[in-house]
C-alpha cells in the first residue's frame, strides 16, 4: 500500500542530535514511511537506529546501513526504497514542528495530487536563542499554481528544506546525486524543476533547520575548508542549466535565479577567502560559465551581484564581503 510520505534521514555520526531528529518524524504515524540510512557512522549512530526500528515495529520505519558514501549517497539509496506518494529529505540534525507536520500530512491527504508541495522553513539558532522564518508570503494559498505566479523576493528559494516533491517527478527527473560530496542538497531542489508543473503552498513552519554546529557544512570556515566540493556542485548546475533547460520554458526563470544565487554563494565564499588561489578559483567559475552558456554569463554580469563578484578589483571584493555579512546577520543562514 502507498504511503503518503516517504521521509528519507540521511545519518553520519548523528549520535548527539539524533533522538530530537527521528523522535519529530515518528508522529507521522501509519502514513508515512521513515527511511533512516546510516551513512556508515562510527559513533553510536547505527545502534540508535536499529533500536528506533526495534522499538517501532507498528511503523514503516527501515534502517539502512551503508559504506560511507556522504549525503547524496544516502540519499540515492533511500530513492530507491522510496514508496511513499511524494518525499521530503530530513538532515538528521534537523526537525519538523509537530503541529505544522500534522497540518502538511492532513494536506497532502485531503488535496488534489501536485508536483511540488512547499512550506516555510526556520533558521534555528537554539544556543542563541534565535530563529529566522522563511517565507513565501506572495505564493498562493489553499490552490493550485503553476510557474506563472511564482513570484519570490531576495533570500526566498525552494531549499531543501522546504519542498516535499511527488515521487513521479523524482522519478521522471531521474535525479542521482553525487557521493561523497557536500552541497549535493542543490542538485536535489534543482534538476528536478524541469518536471513541476503544478504546485501548492501552505504557510506554517515546518523544518526546523538547525544552525550551530561548529562543523557545519554551511559553516563559513567550513564553506571555505570545502569550496572545491562548492565548485564542483556549482558547475554541475551551469552544465545541466545549460544543457537541459528550456530557457523560454515556466520554469526556466525560477531556475536561472537560483543557478544565480547558488554561483553569487561560492563566488562570496573565494572573496572572502582572500588568498589569491580562492580569486583565481573564483575567475575559474565565470570563466567555466562563459564557456558553457555565454547568454547567462552576459546576462549574470549585468546583474547587481554578478557586476561586482565578477570583477577582481579589491574595492569591490571589500564591497562584497562587506554585504555578505549584512546578509548573514539579517537571515542567519549560518
Not at 34 to 46: H, N, Y
Not at 53 to 70: R, S
Not at 238 to 255: D, E, G, H, L, T
Request: charged residues 25%.
Amino acid at each position: 500500500m502507498e504511503k503518503l510520505l516517504t521521509l528519507i534521514v540521511p545519518c553520519y555520526n548523528s549520535a548527539e542530535y539524533l533522538n530530537r531528529c527521528v523522535d519529530s518524524l515518528l508522529p507521522g504515524g501509519d502514513r508515512v514511511q521513515i527511511i533512516l540510512v546510516d551513512d556508515g557512522s562510527t559513533d553510536e549512530t547505527g545502534r540508535m537506529l536499529d533500536d528506533y526500528q526495534a522499538k517501532n515495529l507498528n511503523l514503516d520505519l527501515e534502517v539502512v546501513h551503508q559504506e560511507n558514501a556522504g549525503h547524496g549517497g544516502a540519499i540515492n539509496n533511500g530513492l530507491r526504497l522510496a514508496k511513499g506518494k511524494y518525499v521530503k529529505i530530513v538532515d538528521s540534525d534537523d526537525w519538523l514542528d509537530q503541529e505544522a507536520y500534522k497540518e502538511v500530512l492532513d494536506y497532502l491527504e485531503s488535496n488534489p495530487e501536485v508536483d511540488l508541495f512547499l512550506a516555510n522553513y526556520v533558521y534555528d539558532k537554539p544556543a542563541a536563542g534565535h530563529q529566522r522564518v522563511i517565507k513565501f508570503p506572495h505564493l498562493p494559498v489553499g490552490r493550485t499554481f503553476s510557474w506563472d505566479e511564482v513570484k519570490l523576493r531576495m533570500g526566498q528559494y525552494f531549499m531543501l528544506h522546504s519542498v516535499i516533491y511527488n515521487r513521479k517527478v523524482l522519478d521522471r527527473a531521474k535525479v542521482t546525486l553525487p557521493t561523497k560530496v557536500s552541497y549535493d542538497d542543490n542538485i536535489f531542489v534543482f534538476e528536478p524543476m524541469v518536471q513541476v508543473q503544478t504546485m501548492r503552498y501552505l504557510p506554517v513552519n515546518l523544518y526546523h533547520y538547525f544552525i550551530g554546529r561548529d562543523d557545519q557544512s554551511v559553516n563559513e570556515k567550513v564553506m571555505l575548508k570545502k569550496i572545491d566540493q562548492q565548485i564542483l556542485i556549482n558547475k554541475q548546475l551551469i552544465v545541466f542549466y545549460a544543457s537541459q533547460v528550456n530557457k523560454r520554458a515556466p520554469y526556466a526563470k525560477y531556475m536561472k535565479y537560483f543557478l544565480e544565487a547558488v554561483t553569487g554563494v561560492t563566488s562570496v565564499i573565494l572573496i572572502r577567502g582572500k588568498k589569491k588561489e580562492y580569486i583565481a578559483k573564483k575567475d575559474e567559475l565565470w570563466q567555466f560559465l562563459k564557456t558553457y552558456d555565454l547568454e547567462t554569463y552576459k546576462s549574470f554580469k549585468r546583474r547587481l551581484v554578478g557586476h561586482f563578484v565578477s570583477r577582481d578589483v579589491l574595492p569591490m571584493r571589500q564591497m562584497v564581503s562587506g554585504a555578505y555579512l549584512i546578509l548573514q546577520r539579517l537571515y542567519s543562514f549560518n
